[in-house]
């Protein structure tokens, strides 16, 4: 199956502790995505990374590190853990088109919900 | 900063209604804008995929138009069933290849 696929599905972790998030897609994109989304629902980007270099980092704690080994994985790695950072992490992928209008749309991993106690 | 919003935040409707559910945007330089549909407590799947010199595009019940001009752009849902229920997201790709979301409109279609 083409698709973007995301390990863990469900993470229960202790604050304090350090945790990744892995991404993978087999679709041939050249750009992956990190995003969260809270309590309230609302998605937002985190980071982008384009041929394993990072082209987007929104003003995310540096707690935050993403990894991109190649082009079709970017995994999320946390440290130290807080309260807040209870959430649903979504990975995804698109592949854009210089000079062109569009481009392909963006493909969803399933989410990973993440609970920090 | 390109900013999206949806419109209602909430509606619920009785089985069979015809539906429109609104997003707007504040930077007219986009790529395209995508609609997703999220089942509570799962991914997102992708609707409608609109590039930004195309007006509008059809899947099954489904039409999503474009203005880019104006900003805007509406998901029609033709004779709505139960199974429509979930929250809609409008998503908007901008020149910073970054997609930003709006806050979605949560339908429920009433048996």
């Known amino acids: 199956d083409t698709a973007v696929s995301q390990t863990p599905k469900y993470l229960v972790t202790q604050m304090g502790n350090d945790k990744s998030i892995k991404c993978e897609q087999n679709l041939g994109h050249d750009t992956m995505y990190w995003y969260k989304q809270d309590s309230k629902k609302f998605l937002k980007i985190m980071f982008s990374?384009?041929?394993?270099?990072?082209?987007i980092n929104e003003t995310v704690p540096n707690r935050f590190s993403p990894k991109s080994p190649d082009k079709a994985h970017l995994n999320l790695h946390i440290n130290s853990l807080e309260l807040g950072d209870s959430a649903v992490y979504f990975c995804?992928?698109?592949?854009?088109?210089?000079?062109?209008?569009?481009?392909?749309?963006?493909?969803f991993g399933s989410g990973t919900r993440l609970t920090v106690v | 900063k390109q900013e999206v919003t949806q419109i209602p935040a909430a509606l619920s409707v009785p089985e069979g209604e015809n539906l429109v559910l609104n997003c707007s945007f504040t930077?007219?330089?986009?790529?395209?804008l995508q609609w997703f549909r999220q089942d509570p407590g799962k991914g997102l799947t992708s609707l409608l995929l609109?590039?930004?010199?195309?007006r509008e595009q059809t899947s099954g019940r489904l039409n999503a138009s474009l203005d880019k001009s104006s900003g805007r752009s509406t998901l029609y849902i033709a004779a709505s069933q139960p199974g429509d229920s979930a929250t809609y997201l409008c998503?908007?790709?901008?020149?910073?290849?970054?997609?930003?979301f709006g806050s979605g409109t949560q339908l429920t279609v009433l048996p």
């Open positions: 609109i590039q930004s010199s195309q």
């Open positions: 995804a992928s698109s592949q854009h088109i210089e000079g062109q209008s569009g481009g392909y749309g963006y493909t």
């Open positions: 930077d007219s330089a986009i790529y395209n």
């Open positions: 990374y384009n041929n394993k270099e990072l082209i």
């Open positions: 998503a908007v790709k901008g020149s910073a290849r970054q997609l930003t």
